[in-house]
């Protein structure tokens, strides 16, 4: 009986109740959609994913901006 009853708390804890998960970056409790896991104990919520990559665009856009002045 101490295996089912084992059993039982094991569905139940699997139940998707508490499915958010820890953002690294943001470092608060955020909803698995849209989010990437960086590593098997990292992962980004789509908010701070989305951040990153517009982040990423504006400093490239920066970057070959300062490029065709200095050319100019
Ligand atoms: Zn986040």
Same mark, same amino acid.
Do not use: D
């Given at each position: 009986?101490?295996?089912?009853?084992?059993?039982?708390?094991?569905?139940? *804890?699997?139940?998707?109740?508490?499915?958010?998960?820890?953002? &690294?970056?943001?470092?608060?409790?955020?909803?698995? !959609? @849209?989010?990437?896991?960086?590593?098997?104990?990292?992962?980004?919520? *789509?908010?701070?994913?989305?951040?990153?990559?517009?982040?990423? &665009?504006?400093?490239?856009?920066?970057?070959?901006? !300062? @490029?065709?002045?200095?050319?100019?």
């Amino acid at each position: 009986m101490n295996g089912f009853t084992r059993n039982q708390l094991e569905i139940g *804890s699997k139940q998707p109740v508490h499915k958010y998960k820890l953002c &690294n970056k943001c470092e608060e409790m955020r909803p698995p !959609e @849209g989010g990437i896991e960086l590593s098997p104990t990292r992962w980004s919520c *789509s908010t701070c994913w989305a951040n990153r990559v517009t982040v990423r &665009n504006l400093l490239n856009a920066k970057t070959k901006a !300062e @490029g065709t002045l200095k050319k100019n």
